[in-house]
């Protein structure tokens, strides 16, 4: 007898924390009974992962939660994730869910899908977290040409405008004996780049005496691996000695992810940010030193409560100093729960708006000037698999985005190319170099 199987679709809102989860959850369907399918095709079950970093992150949510009821009525929807963590009921107030699923009940969804049938009431499991919650093993695989691998999770910092502390609790994380075996694993499937990440990943180690040191310099030894980048690393965890160690090791890319969010001490102070900006400044100063052609980014808030004119201009003047090369722009959402929704000094909405566009558009400027140093460079590149209008596309070791015509050797692979120019679309020409 031949069993029919379910359509099942993934959709991933938010970090690569989020998609590495979401492709593990995916594995976790056996295939003699799923079938995974597009979020944009007609599916019977819908999987939602969610992020609550912003208001438009629910947003987004409610909005992929109407598209999916429209596009297959009657299809089971599961909501899971940081905003099923934090706010479950509201979630099951939404027409079209069946089931809501919080941080740790995420990883156990299969358990709950024993009956697709549409739910008279929301079924949800979110429990409280705790200091003794499970670490949950995740690595993404077949969405993308590299892999993002989940070294750590949670976080011990309390920011006073962050919600994740309460969507994932504390920071922990595995031993490096359990990483590096899942960076085999990954090694085998041919993946020749690992993006590690987490939430706050330079605190690897924290919970078991280990260090994310320690971590790297036995993921260089996996063999089949060639790249590993570094996600978002806090300025106060990102250290000499590991600076030293990428300088030192071509398998660790010269590319640094760094949260600011913002250039002035006071708001800093407001934020309850573990670093001033004379710090953030030295990290940089300390990377440039080592690897003069390193790309640097950044994360910057703006319009956070008490932000005035003359705050937001020296953030604005701090950022122009700096040699970044590239900004992530956010202004300022306010989260329920969190000790800045009761800050005084809100900035009006059109003021943020102002404020966010000057800084991305220094972010273009910053983009193009360090594309212009990198002009005539020799380099390697990892060529993504898709075609994009004609061209294949990838990412030089310090994150410049190249294009090339397309040929579907390329796909999959590391090459070595001079960049040449910087084309219309904002990528950079290359010339392969045999």
């Not at 300390?286 to 020296?314: H, Q, R, W």
Request: charged fraction near 25%.
């Amino acid at each position: 007898m031949v069993i029919e199987k379910k359509k099942v679709a993934f959709h991933t809102l938010g970090c690569k924390l989020n998609f590495a989860e979401t492709s593990t959850i995916s594995r976790s369907f056996p295939d003699e009974k799923f079938e995974r399918v597009s979020p944009n095709s007609i599916a019977d079950i819908y999987v939602i992962n969610t992020c609550s970093v912003t208001d438009a992150a629910d947003k987004k949510c409610r909005q992929a939660i109407k598209k999916f009821t429209t596009l297959s009525p009657g299809a089971f929807i599961a909501v899971v994730g940081c905003y099923a963590q934090l706010k479950p009921h509201e979630i099951s107030a939404i027409p079209g869910v069946d089931l809501v699923l919080g941080t740790n009940e995420k990883f156990d969804i299969s358990d709950y899908l024993t009956d697709l049938k549409k739910r008279p009431s929301v079924e949800i499991h979110s429990c409280n977290l705790s200091s003794s919650d499970n670490y949950n093993p995740s690595y993404s695989l077949g969405d993308r040409t590299r892999s993002f691998l989940k070294i750590q999770d949670g976080c011990d910092y309390g920011c006073s405008y962050c919600t994740i502390p309460m969507a994932r609790g504390k920071s922990r994380n595995p031993e490096i004996s359990t990483i590096t075996a899942e960076a085999v694993k990954i090694a085998e499937r041919g993946v020749k780049e690992i993006v590690l990440t987490g939430v706050n990943i330079g605190d690897f180690g924290k919970s078991n005496g280990e260090s994310f040191v320690s971590l790297l310099k036995e993921l260089v030894k996996v063999q089949g691996i060639e790249r590993f980048r570094i996600s978002s690393i806090e300025p106060n965890l990102l250290t000499d000695e590991l600076i030293e160690l990428a300088s030192l090791n071509e398998k660790i890319l010269p590319h640094f992810h760094i949260p600011l969010q913002s250039g002035s001490n006071r708001i800093l102070g407001l934020m309850r940010r573990r670093y001033d900006r004379d710090l953030f400044a030295s990290r940089l100063k300390s990377i440039k030193e080592k690897m003069p052609l390193a790309g640097i980014g950044a994360d910057v808030i703006v319009g956070f409560p008490g932000e005035t004119e003359e705050d937001f201009n020296d953030t604005f003047s701090f950022l122009e100093k700096m040699p970044l090369s590239y900004l992530h722009v956010f202004s300022f959402s306010e989260r329920p729960g969190t000790i800045a929704e009761k800050l005084p000094g809100k900035v009006a909405p059109r003021e943020k708006d102002i404020r966010s566009k000057m800084v991305m558009a220094l972010s273009e400027k910053k983009n193009r000037e360090f594309y212009e140093l990198n002009n005539g460079q020799i380099t390697n590149v990892l060529f993504e698999r898709t075609r994009n209008e004609g061209f294949i596309t990838g990412f030089t070791s310090n994150y410049i985005r190249v294009e090339h015509q397309w040929q579907a050797k390329l796909a999959g692979q590391i090459e070595k190319v001079k960049l040449n120019r910087i084309s219309d679309t904002g990528r950079m020409g290359i010339e392969l170099i045999d």
